[in-house]
């Protein structure tokens, strides 16, 4: 039977950056700064509260919807089928599903 080995030791902690700045590069020039940006399941999102847009990328296509008097906080953490499916967003309100909002236009 062979000794055993010492443990390695843990490699040193990396010393902490700052957060990147949001990746601006793709949704449409002209919005202002959002408020809340993230993604889930291979759709990434970015709410424009000034302006009442929602831009959501999905599949290579980039679309903006009109929010009315939602304010998006997040995606709500649901499963969605292999295609990606349609996400939900939480608001004040309780959650919304992208089909209910009004598609104002479209990019890529």
């Known amino acids: 039977m062979e000794p055993m080995k010492p443990m390695k030791g843990m490699k040193p902690m990396a010393p902490m950056t700052p957060m990147a700045e949001p990746d601006n590069s793709w949704w449409p ?29 999905q599949s290579g296509k ?13 995606v709500s953490q649901q499963q969605h089928n292999a295609e990606g ?14 089909a209910s ?7 890529r």
């Open 101 to 107: 909002l009004k598609e104002v236009g479209q990019q």
């Open 85 to 98: 499916g349609a996400p939900t967003f939480a608001s004040q309100d309780g959650p919304v599903d992208l």
């Open 29 to 57: 020039q002209g919005l202002s700064n959002p408020s809340s940006t993230g993604g889930q399941n291979g759709i990434r999102y970015a709410f424009f509260p000034e302006q009442r847009r929602l831009v959501v990328e």
């Open 62 to 74: 980039v679309r903006q919807y009109d929010t009315g008097s939602h304010r998006i906080s997040g």
